[in-house]
């Protein structure tokens, strides 16, 4: 059996002790020789630390793996098989500045949804696309597995600007599946949802136990609150009974910001006043989880990551590479291009939905037409996705104003200028598309 090389860009993130766990259990099926975590010199401490817990790790498990630590890119990427990406180009300060920007105007401040996902894809996509051109140097036959936020969008840039083989992750749907076998008390692998959306925007809308549909009953368990979509990172604030009986599918928990803004946005500012933004509210998260990966006795990951929100995140990434290298043709939940599944979107560009995975990659499954209830939100969201990619790649202002404006959760043209005024401000290190642009235009 060969060995695989895999290469974590991002190694020194808090999130890295899942994925390690996950390749140890799985390393039978997934004979992982050499793997390398990846960082940049600012990263250089962190990454030190997560590497001795890695090392300890793979120690007690007693696998012949090897785990390399550098902050050279060439050397991490040369003939690697798999690629994975959890980088954050501004570290957690420039996530507490896209959180606290869009709230001075009564506009959410989330990561990954609004405004925030939108400046965070600013910075991130040239970044992963430099990453991504080393690849079709170093290792151009291997696959990219991005689980950097927000996924679906950098997966659609990835997909239009790049050659190499890629894929979008996320935890989310697989949180989903898992709250849905909680409340039959069966396991996972007896739980098929039929998904279909973009990352951060999936509903559900069949959903079997052991081949039986159980929707019906699942919906009434939401309505009468026996079941729950609650993410950690998401404050739990339900759906009334009324509405999702209404709504008859099964929503990821983002998409309370969609159907419950103003009440998300008043949760948000009062824990700004409080426990801060959940930027903030993170750091404080990841402090404690570095002073517990300097403890030499660890040898495991701890139950506080999940509060970091990193359940089921090996689990999803690691099954999705194990499909790709074993030719499953399993099912999984990936960001891909849609090629068909729906007419209700183009298909060239990135949706969140069930894939056969196997080793040609991703192969979507046909879903039809979207249902009305939710094709303008989903349709309405994808415009603006496609603007953001554009605006990444060509740092023009116009864009970047059209993509925010469009934006279901900002509230009005001139607000989406002001918000992306500030952000331009303060991301000025990280943007040098746009300030290349402005250079020009003098």
């Known amino acids: 059996m060969k060995k695989l090389k895999i290469v974590t860009i991002g190694g020194g993130s808090s999130y890295t002790p899942e994925l390690i766990d996950g390749f140890i259990k799985r390393y039978a099926e997934l004979p992982v020789s050499d793997y390398y975590l990846l960082d940049i010199e600012e990263g250089r401490e962190k990454l030190e630390i997560v590497g001795k817990l890695a090392k300890r790790m793979v120690e007690k498990a007693g696998i012949p793996m090897t785990i390399h630590l ?84 950098v997966t659609e840039a990835i997909a239009r600007h790049s050659s190499i083989k890629s894929l979008g992750i996320c935890s989310g749907a697989n949180s989903m599946l898992m709250d849905i076998a909680k409340a039959y008390d069966v396991e996972k692998s007896q739980v098929y949802a039929r998904i279909m959306g973009l990352n951060h925007l999936i509903f559900a809308d069949r959903i079997y136990i052991d081949g039986a549909d159980v929707t019906d009953d699942f919906i009434e368990k939401l309505a009468q609150g026996s079941a729950t979509n609650a993410l950690k990172n998401i404050p739990d604030i339900g759906f009334s009974a009324r509405f999702a009986k209404a709504l008859h599918m099964y929503p990821i928990s983002y998409l309370k910001y969609f159907f419950l803004t103003r009440e998300m946005v008043d949760a948000a500012l009062a824990d700004q006043k409080t426990k801060g933004t959940r930027g903030e509210q993170t750091r404080e998260i990841e402090r404690k989880l570095f002073e517990l990966y300097q403890d030499e006795t660890l040898t495991g990951k701890p139950k506080e990551l999940e509060q970091r929100g990193g359940a089921w995140y090996s689990d999803t990434a690691c099954s999705i590479i194990s499909a790709i290298y074993n030719d499953k043709k399993e099912i999984h939940v990936v960001n891909t291009t849609n090629r068909g599944a729906t007419g209700d979107l183009p298909d060239h560009v990135t949706l969140e939905t069930n894939a056969v995975i196997d080793r040609q990659g991703a192969h979507p499954l046909a879903y039809g037409p979207l249902p009305v209830k939710i094709r303008g939100l989903i349709q309405s969201v994808k415009a603006y996705e496609e603007l953001t990619v554009e605006a990444a790649i060509t740092g023009d202002y116009d864009t970047a104003l059209l993509a925010l404006t469009i934006n279901p959760l900002v509230t009005s043209a001139n607000v989406a200028e002001q918000i992306l005024n500030e952000y331009l401000e303060v991301n000025q290190r990280y943007l040098p598309q746009y300030f290349k642009n402005a250079k020009e235009q003098q």
């Open 70 to 153: 550098t902050l050279d890119r060439e050397e991490a990427l040369k003939d690697a098989d798999f690629v994975t990406t959890q980088l954050r180009v501004g570290f957690l300060d420039a996530r507490i500045n896209d959180e606290k920007i869009p709230l001075k105007y009564g506009v959410l401040g989330q990561e990954t949804t609004g405004p925030g996902g939108f400046m965070k894809a600013q910075r991130t996509i040239p970044v992963l696309l430099d990453i991504c051109r080393d690849m079709e140097k170093y290792c151009p036959n291997a696959w990219l597995i991005n689980f950097t936020n927000p996924a679906g969008i």
